[in-house]
Structures are given as structure tokens and as C-alpha cells.
């Protein structure tokens, strides 16, 4: 029986994916509309993003679950502004059905937003006391616990080149003759290296924005969390084609900061996150980490997406 109701789960996640892609899309639009986009533009903007993404097509055949992230990043980043509270319940669900969500964390503690905090303190409590039978039952817990301190690094970063991870990069340099405590040496550098990068971006957005009195505080979230959003990508021990699902925020963003000075470099980034196809071959299956690295760059911290006038709205 036990066997039967999970398949039955199983079935429903299957049934429930393009209905997911559609709320994807449909936060998409919208997101873009907050950033300046006018309507015709982010819709044919959005269409191509969701057409034309293989992440989005190996999330779809593999039965991932990254649709679910998607829409918790894009809720959070909508829900914000007027109702942090809800921003902050959207971080904690998405966090509890894959964890990378969670990161979001860190940018709205530096920001010091007390109400989408506890948002997602409330969340997360509020569903592992369900769980939990209010701490009556740990067992599914103690399982993800265990899960977690086992999770097999060296074959999920070593075996596979569509790994995009720091770890399997350090390893196919041929750095696996080394002792492996030196491999997570370096990973564990890379990842602090990364995680720096972000807190420095961080502090350029928050002054960049205090000096611009025009600019949209709205605006300055979506870079903090934005930015985040994708961190997982870096300092995951796994970063699979599917995965990459996550950066369509970012791609909106970066094509909001960097179209009109950079127009080339925002499609080679898009086309390295979202159009080539895999590659195990390496140092080449690696193109889209590159690609959400110069998005990244492509979207300044000290930037500003602002129109004047419906004339100014992008595209």
C-alpha cells in the first residue's frame, strides 16, 4: 500500500509540471514588468526564455523538481515589497521541497528584513511541526540528516562532466591524484572565494542605490536576491543542466542592466546558459557556469533599471 500512494505521489508531480511551468512563466512576465520591461517586450522576452531552455526541457523529462524552486524564487522576489511576510513564507516552502531556496537568507539578513525573516522562520516551523507531529516523530528528519552527511561528493562530482559544480572542476584538472582533503581544500576556498564575491556585490548595490535617490528600493531587493539566487550554482556539490532552471531571474535582470551597452555578451550568456546543449567533453560542459558568470557580471551592482517614461521602457 505504502509502495502504491507513493506512485500515486509520483504520478500527480508528473501531471502537475507544465501546469508549474505555466505559473513559472507567468511570475516571469511579471517580474519582467517590475523591471521595466514593457508588456509586448517581456512576454516575446519570457516566451523565448522558456522555449528555447534546455534546462527547462531536462527538468521536464527527468521529473525534476526545479519548477518548484523557480516559482518559490520568483514568489519571493514579487511578493517582496508588499507583503514580506509572504516573500518570506515563499523562501521557506521552496527551501523545504529543495534547499537552495535558503540562500535567499543570507541577503535579507545583510538587508536586515526583519519581516520576511520571520516569514520564512514562521514557514519553516510551521511545516516541520506538521511534519513532525509536533516533535513527535523525527524519523523523516533524522533520514534527510543522514542522507545529507552521506551524500556521495566523489562520485557526483567526478563521474560526470554535465557536473558543473567547483569540486568536479578542480577534479578534472587531473587534481584527483592528489589527496582528496585537498580537493575539498580547494572546493571549500572556491566556494568562500564566491560566497565573498557576492557579500562584495552586495555592499556595491547598497551604496550604489543610496547615492542614486531616483532609484526603486523594489530594485535593489531583486539585485540582492537575484544575485543569491544562483549562489547555489557555485558552492553546490552539483550543479546538473536542470539546475540551471534557476537563472532565469537572473537572465531578466542581466538583459534589464546590460542590454543597451552590452547587447552581445547578454545573448553569449543567455545561449551558454540556456541553448547549447550538454557537452562531456571537458573542459566544454562547463559553458554554463560560464554563462551565468558573465550574466552576473552583465548585471552591475551598480546599475539601475530605471525608465522615466513608457518611451524609455526597454525593447
Known amino acids: 500500500m505504502q509502495i502504491n500512494l507513493w506512485l500515486f505521489v509520483y504520478y500527480i508531480h508528473q501531471c502537475l509540471q507544465f501546469f508549474l511551468a505555466n505559473i513559472a512563466y507567468q511570475l516571469s512576465r511579471k517580474l519582467a514588468s517590475r523591471i521595466g520591461f514593457s508588456e509586448l517586450a517581456g512576454a516575446i522576452l519570457v516566451s523565448g526564455l522558456f522555449v528555447f531552455n534546455y534546462p527547462l526541457i531536462r527538468t521536464l523529462h527527468l521529473n525534476q523538481i526545479n519548477l518548484y524552486t523557480l516559482i518559490a524564487v520568483l514568489?519571493?522576489?514579487?511578493?517582496?515589497?508588499?507583503?514580506?511576510?509572504?516573500?518570506?513564507?515563499?523562501?521557506?516552502?521552496?527551501?523545504?521541497?529543495?534547499?537552495?531556496?535558503?540562500?535567499?537568507?543570507?541577503?535579507?539578513?545583510?538587508?536586515?528584513?526583519?519581516?520576511?525573516?520571520?516569514?520564512?522562520?514562521?514557514?519553516?516551523?510551521?511545516?516541520?511541526?506538521?511534519?513532525?507531529?509536533?516533535?513527535?516523530?523525527?524519523?523523516?528528519?533524522?533520514?534527510?540528516?543522514?542522507?545529507?552527511?552521506?551524500?556521495?561528493?566523489?562520485?557526483?562530482?567526478?563521474?560526470?562532466?554535465?557536473?558543473?559544480?567547483?569540486?568536479?572542476?578542480?577534479?578534472?584538472?587531473?587534481?584527483?591524484?592528489?589527496?582528496?582533503?585537498?580537493?575539498?581544500?580547494?572546493?571549500?576556498?572556491?566556494?568562500?572565494?564566491?560566497?565573498?564575491?557576492?557579500?562584495?556585490?552586495?555592499?556595491?548595490?547598497?551604496?550604489?542605490?543610496?547615492?542614486?535617490?531616483?532609484?526603486?528600493?523594489?530594485?535593489?531587493?531583486?539585485g540582492h536576491l537575484i544575485d543569491f539566487s544562483v549562489l547555489t550554482l557555485f558552492i553546490a556539490p552539483s550543479a546538473w543542466d536542470h539546475h540551471y532552471l534557476i537563472a532565469v531571474p537572473l537572465a531578466l535582470w542581466a538583459i534589464a542592466l546590460g542590454w543597451k551597452e552590452k547587447h552581445g555578451w547578454v545573448i553569449f550568456g543567455l545561449a551558454n546558459v540556456f541553448i547549447l546543449p550538454p557537452f562531456d567533453v571537458f573542459p566544454f560542459s562547463y559553458v554554463r557556469t560560464l554563462g551565468v558568470i558573465i550574466l552576473l557580471v552583465l548585471a552591475s551592482p551598480t546599475k539601475h533599471p530605471m525608465f522615466d517614461s513608457e518611451d524609455e521602457k526597454l525593447l
Open 75 to 222: 514568489a519571493a522576489l514579487l511578493t517582496l515589497q508588499n507583503r514580506p511576510f509572504i516573500s518570506g513564507i515563499a523562501v521557506a516552502f521552496g527551501g523545504l521541497i529543495k534547499i537552495y531556496p535558503l540562500v535567499l537568507t543570507a541577503p535579507l539578513f545583510l538587508a536586515k528584513r526583519w519581516k520576511v525573516v520571520l516569514g520564512v522562520i514562521t514557514g519553516l516551523g510551521a511545516v516541520i511541526l506538521l511534519q513532525t507531529r509536533f516533535a513527535q516523530d523525527l524519523l523523516i528528519w533524522k533520514q534527510f540528516i543522514r542522507f545529507y552527511l552521506s551524500f556521495p561528493f566523489e562520485r557526483e562530482s567526478s563521474m560526470y562532466f554535465r557536473n558543473s559544480s567547483p569540486l568536479s572542476f578542480i577534479r578534472g584538472f587531473q587534481l584527483a591524484g592528489l589527496p582528496e582533503s585537498l580537493n575539498i581544500i580547494l572546493f571549500i576556498g572556491a566556494a568562500l572565494g564566491i560566497v565573498a564575491w557576492m557579500v562584495v556585490r552586495f555592499e556595491q548595490r547598497r551604496k550604489s542605490f543610496m547615492e542614486n535617490r531616483n532609484a526603486d528600493p523594489a530594485h535593489l531587493d531583486f
